[in-house]
């Protein structure tokens, strides 16, 4: 039961255009949604996160949308760089009495220049 | 630096061999966990830590011990390694506080069971 869901397993984006990467999630008891980002041979790093009681959360280029009523997430770059290409990572973080962290299966993201 | 630091970071082993895989943070963190990754199936939680002596299973623990004797050190134990185990392992940490829900990844150990 996959309870945390990225459905693109790859994008390409022209360099200087937006990426969207997509995570829809089936507990409504997450406290907060987290993306990470993975290069080869590293550990993932923290990007951006929201709390489920937003909406909304911005950090520079990156911008991380909630819906709770659609029970679905998404990371918006903007601009895309080369940098960027990686793969990223949705996560679901329950708190309450417990230290869950879900992740989806990843999106692999390429930057093209 | 803040970091968290994983050991070894390649490993090959026989089947059967008992291994443990070294995991220590200086950020004076409560929480840890070791996960796996696998093609295709993501990041999976396989134990994590609340505190110290308080450990709980994620949603894949079948064939891994660990232990929190103290509190910046979290050792990922594999009694009998089978080569469904070859995988890559992260351990990671954070703090308590609700602002502190960002984990900090170490680089990542490959095992390679045979």
């Known amino acids: 039961d996959q309870q945390v869901k990225q459905n693109s397993p790859s994008l390409s984006v022209q360099e200087g255009r937006i990426s969207i990467l997509n995570c829809d999630y089936t507990n409504s008891m997450f406290d907060y949604f987290l993306w990470y980002k993975k290069y080869p041979a590293e550990g993932p790093t923290f990007l951006i996160s929201?709390?489920?009681?937003?909406d909304k959360n911005e950090d520079g280029r990156f911008t991380v949308f909630l819906n709770k009523s659609a029970k679905h997430l998404s990371l918006h770059i903007v601009p895309s760089q080369p940098g960027d290409s990686a793969v990223y990572f949705c996560a679901a973080f329950l708190t309450s009495g417990t230290y869950k962290y879900i992740f989806g299966t990843g999106t692999r993201l390429k930057v093209l220049a | 630096e803040a970091q968290v630091t994983q050991n070894p970071r390649y490993l090959i082993t026989v089947t059967g061999k008992k291994l443990t895989v070294t995991c220590s943070q200086n950020?004076?963190?409560?929480?840890m966990s070791w996960y796996r990754q696998d093609p295709g199936l993501g990041l999976r939680q396989i134990y994590y830590s609340m505190n110290v002596e308080v450990t709980d299973k994620g949603d894949v623990p079948e064939g891994y011990k660990v232990s929190r004797k103290e509190k910046r050190n979290f050792p990922l134990i594999l009694e009998s390694p089978s080569p469904n185990q070859t995988s890559l392992y992260f351990c990671?940490?954070?703090?308590?506080?609700?602002?502190?829900?960002?984990?900090?990844f170490g680089q990542g150990t490959r095992l390679t069971v045979v």
């Open positions: 990671a940490s954070s703090g308590r506080g609700r602002k502190d829900t960002e984990a900090f």
């Open positions: 929201i709390s489920s009681i937003k």
């Open positions: 950020m004076n963190h409560e929480y």
